[in-house]
């Protein structure tokens, strides 16, 4: 059925759902002109629910040692071209100080699976000591993202205050999710994600653009994680890593990036979408805050020795990951830092939500969220 693109998007401006048709319009869209119809729409979502407020996001990548062989990652277990560290305790809390003074929301540490702490006989407690001592010294939200962490681990999470939990599929199609991560169990992904928000965090869920997917793949992926009811959704543009098998893989253009975070925000338009420095750094931010982004993700300081994940070294040392660099960009789009208090009041006001849903329906169920995928997928 052939759709007009403004009856669409008059459809989602009354935040009308889209059906399966409509979102693949939308995806579809190259002209120019139309692009701007659709971030125009975007923007007055995202208005309509943060007004002209931006939320901003520290990260700090404290460990690149990685038991896995994703194969588009850079820091996958078997690439000997990459930089390994295990930061220190002190060396996190003075960036994570660094970062607070800044002014950043949330602080955000990430690690990939290290063996160090996924087989040690401490395990994770170290871990858990170092969530208390940063939220101790800056008392922000924490985000954490440490990929399939243990269940027993997960319980621990929210008594050391962790608010966040972040642990992406990349996709939602079975067959492309085994070339991309490498002998890794889909459902197991998805349940840590269960355990993480049945004890009471909020989730971050995200998709990989440029991966070998088609639209239609896009689209189950953003129906699918509509069903999940996550609170921040999130798209990546893939960049080509050295030392990987899809080195030579081409790069999307950065136009993918934006209409999918777009399209995120006409159907999450109360969600909080990443606009991250770690793909085309600063010079890619503008195009995604038009688009409907409303967090700015990666912003790293600039004389810690950290990395960030897709873009390994892009403008960190530079200081083009701070907040007197993106400064100038919101002024230009009549955007705002928002103050801390409008972060903490959304995150709060997310979480009363969950527990007013659980106490009435009970657990959120990964079956009840994924067998109609199962069943389309056969």
Not at 285 to 311: D, E, F, H, W, Y
Request: aromatic residues 10%; contains cysteine; proline residues 4%.
């Amino acid at each position: 059925m052939t759709t007009s693109l403004d009856k669409i998007l008059e459809k989602a401006t009354r935040e009308v759902p889209l059906h399966r048709g409509e979102i693949m319009y939308l995806l579809k869209i190259k002209d120019e002109e139309e692009q701007e119809k659709l971030f125009e729409v975007a923007r007055k979502l995202r208005n309509r629910y943060f007004e002209n407020k931006i939320f901003l996001y520290g990260f700090i990548y404290f460990s690149t040692w990685c038991r896995n062989d994703c194969a588009f990652c850079y820091y996958r277990r078997s690439n000997r071209f990459c930089i390994r560290y295990r930061k220190t305790d002190n060396q996190i809390l003075e960036a994570s100080t660094y970062l607070a003074e800044s002014g950043v929301h949330l602080l955000d540490l990430t690690m990939g699976e290290d063996p160090f702490y996924f087989s040690s006989g401490d395990g994770f407690e170290p871990l858990l000591n170092l969530v208390e001592k940063v939220k101790s010294k800056t008392h922000l939200p924490i985000m954490i993202s440490w990929g399939v962490t243990p269940d027993e681990v997960i319980k621990d999470l929210g008594q050391v205050g962790v608010d966040w939990f972040a642990c992406y599929q990349e996709t939602h199609n079975r067959r492309l999710f085994e070339r991309l991560r490498v002998h890794q169990d889909y459902h197991r992904r998805l349940e840590v994600k269960q355990r993480a928000f049945n004890a009471g965090m909020l989730i971050e869920e995200g998709i990989l653009s440029g991966v070998g997917e088609s639209l239609e793949d896009i689209v189950n992926a953003m129906e699918t994680m509509k069903r999940m009811n996550l609170h921040q959704v999130r798209v990546m543009n893939f960049v080509p890593q050295k030392g990987t098998p899809m080195a030579k893989f081409p790069v999307p253009h950065p136009s993918r990036e934006e209409i999918i975070i777009a399209v995120l925000r006409v159907l999450f338009s109360n969600r909080i979408i990443p606009a991250s420095l770690d793909v085309n750094g600063i010079d890619g931010l503008k195009g995604k805050l038009k688009a409907g982004a409303n967090v700015i993700t990666s912003l790293i300081p600039p004389s810690s020795g950290l990395r960030g994940v897709a873009q390994s070294e892009l403008g960190i040392s530079k200081g083009q990951r701070t907040i007197k660099t993106i400064t100038p960009i919101l002024n230009e789009l009549e955007l705002k830092k928002a103050s801390l208090e409008d972060y903490t009041n959304w995150m709060n006001k997310e979480k009363q939500n969950f527990l007013r849903n659980v106490s009435s329906v009970g657990d959120w169920s990964i079956e009840s969220g994924y067998s109609w995928w199962e069943t389309a997928r056969g």
